[in-house]
């Protein structure tokens, strides 16, 4: 799951760092430029007002005509609501959104849900299912477990307000939780038991799965749809620029989710692709820098990873994504060595599924997803990562992948 907290990775989508226009693309991806593109430029704006992370939007457009201008402000105010919308819904730092008030449930209640919840929650059910039950959003009492949760977040100070907390927040830095806890949260994690239901225009989710008592406490059934959630807005942004008419540009939010349209080259007047650069998941404090990059254009990428939320106890790192299997984050160490799918990219039609998915494929491991890849039409790159052997290997089937980082090496598929 992308607890954003957590949560965003990865991919650093501007024009001042990795992605960037390229004129070398096939011809049958021209648009036949015409005097209306001749004064095309660039206009960008962001906002880190939604999801507790940064959201840009770049467009090209005549700017020059005021209608042009006004066009894009009206965009970019829709664009804002569109944000606001999804995060009230689901947020979890609303006590009232939808998601908040299932959570606060106890076994066999319900709440009633807005329509936009109901959707996110049949894509969810949907990449349960089709995952195997690797992508699951029932885990969030597990990411509160291992301290991913808001609570951890941005280095405030940390309150103990569980049972369950380690006693400081230097604690998180030397002991790992109590298994009973991790045994007990694992039994919440029936995504199943998450049931939604409608009466005419009226959704409803009920909490079908029992609660657990650990140490005289009971425990609920919690769900987070924060990482699905930043996918489906991109994929109503993407629905509104297309219906606004804008052919260039991309939008980005928390860039684990980019919902990228043509790049506009001012030379030929034409549609290019962007280029696209994919952090590197290991040795970049900064995140700065790419361990490879592509070219791509009128796509849905989405990536997730185990190395931007994370802390080190004895050298190991724990991540913020948990498999719901054991209770543990993945690549968790075996005896003295780490190793396991430190970042997955893939790119497709829609972000919704797919921010899902590559939380899953992390879940899986290398061979499972490979796959699970195999059986769709997605492009896509991993990293895997050996912490004895110290190599990073990268497994894609993309054919214009270039790999500009020489620590990184392609796995012939």
Known sequence: MKIKLITFILIIISLASCLFGCNDIDSDKDIDSDKTQLAYTAK???????????????????????????????TWIKVKEILKQVEDNISLAYSTSDIARYNALSYGQSVEISKLTADILEIAKKAYKDT?????????????LWGFTPRFTNNAQFIKVEEYDRANREAYSTTLPKQEYIDGFCKLT????????????????????KDVTINGKTYSQ??????????????LVTQLLQKEG?????????????????NFDKKTHKATDYKVGFTAPR????LSSSYANIKTSNKALSSSGDYEHKYIINGFNYCHIINPANGMPIN??????QQGIALVSVLAQNNAYCDCLTTALCVMGIDKAKEFLSKTDYEYSIVTYNSQEETYQVHSNIDNLNLVDSDYKKVEE
């Open 132 to 144: 195997d039950g690797a992508y699951n959003p029932t885990v969030y009492p597990l990411v509160d």
């Open 332 to 337: 968790s160490p075996n005896g003295a060595v």
């Open 283 to 286: 040795n970049n404090d900064l």
């Open 222 to 235: 919690k769900l987070d749809l924060g990482g699905i959630g930043k996918g489906y807005a991109c994929d």
């Open 44 to 74: 960008t704006v962001a906002t880190q007002n939604y999801f507790n992370t940064n959201s840009k939007l770049e467009l090209y457009d005549d700017f020059s005509l005021s209608e042009k201008e006004l066009k894009f402000d009206q």
């Open 190 to 209: 029936d995504f199943d038991n998450a049931i939604v239901s409608q009466n005419n225009n009226v959704y409803t989710l009920t909490k079908n799965s």
């Open 246 to 262: 804008y052919k260039y540009g991309y939008f980005s939010c928390g860039s684990s989710s980019i919902a990228i349209l043509s």
